[in-house]
Nanobody, 115 residues
Framework: QLQLVESGGGLAQAGGSLRLSCVYSRSVFSFKSMGWYRQAPGKQRELVAIIISGGPITYAVSVKGRFTISRDNAKNTVYLQMNSLKPDDTAVYYC?????????WGQGTQVTVSS
């Protein structure tokens, strides 16, 4: 089974930046998508950014222009660079890989943005 571990969350001020990392336990040679999701208290989990294999990189409207998703396959890592953070970005962030053996989720990392 594929295991994912997120890190890089924490407390930031509005306008600040954080970079989240998600390390997966083995090389992924074939995948459908790799992405970041978030879930705020009382809210359902929502897509933040996603890399679709053979396709485009897609961002939620709320983060477009501020967040950047990237992948370093040599390091078995997917990143989420978050700039110009807003209090509404506060949530638990999860990485996801939809691979050949199914979809997998990390444990999540908390991001808190103060006003």
């Amino acid at each position: 089974q594929l295991q994912l571990v997120e890190s890089g969350g924490g407390l930031a001020q509005a306008g600040g930046s954080l970079r989240l990392s998600c390390v997966y336990s083995r090389s992924v040679f074939s995948f459908k998508s790799m992405g970041w999701y978030r879930q705020a208290p009382g809210k359902q989990r929502e897509l933040v950014a996603i890399i679709i294999s053979g396709g485009p990189i897609t961002y939620a409207v709320s983060v477009k222009g501020r967040f950047t998703i990237s992948r370093d396959n040599a390091k078995n890592t997917v990143y989420l660079q978050m700039n110009s953070l807003k209090p509404d970005d506060t949530a638990v962030y999860y990485c996801n890989v939809d691979g050949s053996s199914g979809g997998y989720w990390g444990q999540g990392t908390q991001v808190t943005v103060s006003s």
